[in-house]
């Protein structure tokens, strides 16, 4: 009897250990961008990412020359492309993003358009300059 009770149980609970999570990457089931990218916007800027990845949520850090400014977005696991962006730093007013980024090369290399926008002080007035360019990163192992 001590046997048929102790089979009932462990199959009540099979269900319910399987459906445990044990990774540390995103739940998603795609492309994990967690960990550290670096490369240019342009020509000559030097800009770095640092990412945190919670299923298709993204955040982290996002450095521009010597600026860091935190960043959110969001990755499509069917297509790779992260979509990004950050809120206009207070002391320059700058903001940057990206509509599609897009994940290459076996998950080491986004690349694609992203934009720069700047407006006068205080921020959020007056006239928006914007730049678009080509950003390209690789993942910094």
Same mark, same amino acid.
């Given at each position: 009897?001590?046997?048929?009770?102790?089979?009932?149980?462990? &199959? #009540?609970?099979?269900?319910?250990?399987? #459906?445990?999570?044990?990774?540390?990457?995103? +739940? /998603?089931?795609?492309?994990?961008?967690?960990?550290?990218?670096?490369?240019? *916007?342009?020509? /000559?800027?030097?800009?770095?990412?640092?990412?945190?990845? @919670?299923?298709?949520?993204? @955040?982290?850090? %996002?450095?521009?020359?010597?600026?860091?400014?935190?960043?959110?977005?969001?990755?499509?696991?069917?297509?790779?492309? *992260?979509?990004?962006?950050?809120? &206009? +730093?207070?002391?320059?007013?700058? /903001?940057?993003?990206?509509?599609?980024?897009?994940? #290459?090369?076996? #998950?080491?290399?986004? /690349?694609?358009?992203?934009?720069?926008?700047?407006? @006068?002080?205080?921020?959020?007035?007056?006239?928006?300059?914007?730049?678009?360019?080509?950003?390209?990163?690789?993942?910094? %192992?």
């Amino acid at each position: 009897m001590r046997t048929l009770t102790q089979l009932l149980l462990l &199959a #009540a609970l099979a269900p319910l250990l399987g #459906a445990c999570d044990t990774g540390t990457g995103p +739940d /998603s089931g795609g492309p994990d961008l967690t960990g550290t990218w670096t490369g240019t *916007f342009g020509a /000559s800027t030097t800009v770095r990412m640092v990412l945190r990845q @919670s299923g298709n949520d993204v @955040s982290g850090d %996002f450095t521009a020359g010597s600026t860091t400014q935190s960043l959110t977005g969001t990755l499509d696991p069917a297509t790779g492309v *992260f979509s990004w962006g950050t809120a &206009a +730093d207070p002391n320059t007013c700058v /903001s940057w993003g990206s509509s599609g980024l897009q994940l #290459a090369e076996q #998950a080491s290399a986004l /690349s694609g358009v992203a934009r720069r926008a700047q407006t @006068s002080q205080p921020c959020g007035s007056g006239r928006v300059s914007v730049s678009q360019g080509t950003m390209s990163l690789s993942r910094a %192992f």
